[in-house]
């Protein structure tokens, strides 16, 4: 995790660093720090979110048009001033993101030879390198950040500056993002593309083992072996406006009412009402009769989608599918083969678990697709094929519309797959998939006024989720949304499982939000509704109009609206209150809603 952010050009580089910095925070937020390089170089560090740096600021000119800065998720020693970025030495200052695994090894040889340490960080071993490289070796700074390079182990995106060049930024990366963006005299430096925007839309995304110097009118590209290298400038098309708040209290708020218009992005050419059918272009090339198995392989909400993509593609395709938590993936010696399908869903396309699973799957021979929201991620620049959801940047850490997005591609990914085997059905999920953008905008419209139902259930230490069949995935997110935006203890259960032990939990403190689904699920679902009912528990009940009005649902009971569909798009709608619910929970309980505790939104450490 963690952001950097950096400046070189004519303007004041401290206040494009701090603006860029804010843009980055939701990559970590435990301690920040920026230097500007002057005649001497000026660090200044705080503990806590930016502002507690703003107010250290607020006594510090830092002049200078040189300077970096970086957002930190500690990894390396706890938050604090001292394992804040920027990391200094005699004459070199660096931010760095991701991990420096042999870094004990290489500070036990500086300490040897004189060096000191005033961190607890990993980190920090890469200004003093470069320092040592620099007096003891007697190389320029270009040389010497080359020569670090070459005794650094792990992932790392870096930048530095030099009092001996103060025209220049070096940065580095191997295995974290950085990207360059390309203004006029003038250089900035970002962990991912929104952050950039505001100062312009010409980016070079740094592939791994490449190096950058930047200048205020020059960018030039290096490998590790210093051969220089041609670059192409990217023109990025996302508005501005559509990576800010756009007036709303929280991102997370706007991102779930964005959602009707980011599925119809992510459909956008790829399906056709008159042709009944999907063109999904990207996967040309593809041969998808050779396939006996799909993986499907992600972390956290991503995972999600792959446990309901595993219910369609099954009942669909009929073909055999596993869901795999990234994180796991690698250690299991997974049987997959060249006739493997293994799918990495990943709204960042940075997660370093999910990107170890698609190494791991490519040197099994499976055929690797990625689904990511992230342009020329890792992920999507490793993996064989992708297909992008088009959610737009998603600012909040709580994914949200990442997630419809994803389901409504992997629903498009199904059919497409299905229309080569079979035309049954298709055109009847065809429709379904049309239907989502207004049936999704339906349900965000039935569930707006949340809040006083929040208030209500706010106070509550514990909430258990039930759900059958497609349900089962919902009810896991919707777990997961409540937990980590508003830290209530919240378990998901296939209901079916409630009596093997978790029914010894229920009584008048655990509320139970249940996903009704429909046919056998609903019948058997009512059940379970049934038997926490007579032990005292408080319900509530996610479902339709209609089923409220046949099953005669008890007044009690608290019901979460959603809109008459397909089975097919159901699941998809049944999040949509449950995100609103989490979010209204969290707001009531004025907690940080779009950087919760702990969290970063980009996992790149494993
Ligand atoms: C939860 C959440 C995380 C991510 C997970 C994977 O709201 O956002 O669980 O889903 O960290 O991230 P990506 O999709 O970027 O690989």
Known sequence: MCGIAGYIGEQNAKDIVINNLKKLEYRGYDSTGIAVLDQDISVIRAKGKLVELEKKLEDESAPGHVGIGHTRWATHGKPSDENAHPHRAEHVVVVHNGIIENYLEIKHNLINNGAQFSSETDTEIIPLLIEYNMQRNGLDFEQ???????????????????????????????????????????????????????????????????????????????????????????????????????????????????????????????????????????????????????????CGTSYHSGLLAKQWFERYLRIPCDVELASEFRYNDPIIDDKTLWVGISQSGETADTLAALHEAKDKAATCLAICNNMDSSIARAADYVLYTQAGPEIGVASTKAFSTQLSVLAMLCVHMLQAKSKDKVSELVHAILHLPEAVQQCIDLNLKLAPLAQKYMQYSSFLFLGRGDAYAIALEGALKLKEISYIHAEAYAAGEMKHGP????????????????????????????EVKSRDAKVL??????????????????????????????????????????????????????????LAKAVTVE
Request: charged share 25%; aromatic share 6%; glycine share 4%.
């Open 503 to 530: 029914i010894a939990l229920i009584d008048q403190n655990m509320p139970v939000m249940a996903i009704l689904g429909e046919g056998i699920h609903q019948e058997k679902t009512l059940s379970n509704i049934e």
């Open 144 to 298: 010497a950040v080359l020569s670090s390079i070459a005794q650094l182990k792990g992932s790392f995106a870096f930048a530095a500056m030099s009092t001996t060049e103060p025209e220049k930024i070096l940065v580095a990366k191997n295995a974290s993002p950085l990207i360059v963006g390309i203004g006029n005299n003038e250089m900035f430096l970002a962990s991912d593309i929104p952050a950039l925007l505001e100062y312009t839309q010409d980016v070079v995304i740094l592939e791994d083992h490449q190096m950058a110097i930047l200048e205020k009118d020059q960018l030039t590209l290096k490998d590790f072996n210093n051969t220089e290298l041609d670059y192409q400038v990217k023109k990025i098309t996302w508005s501005r406006i559509a990576a800010e708040k756009d007036g709303h209290k929280h991102f997370m708020y706007k991102e779930i009412l964005e959602q009707p218009r980011a599925i119809a992005d992510s459909m956008r050419s790829r399906i056709s009402k008159q042709a009944a059918k999907v063109s999904l272009s990207e996967l040309d090339g593809m041969d998808t009769d050779k396939f006996n198995k799909i993986v499907f392989c992600a």
């Open 541 to 598: 009940i996610v479902c339709t109009e209609q089923q409220v009005q046949d099953l005669k649902l008890d007044q009690n009971y608290d019901c979460l609206l959603i809109p008459q569909c397909h089975n097919f798009i159901r699941p998809i709608l049944e999040n949509i209150p449950l995100q609103l619910f989490a979010y209204h929970v969290a707001d009531q309980k004025g907690l940080d809603v779009d950087q919760p505790r702990n």
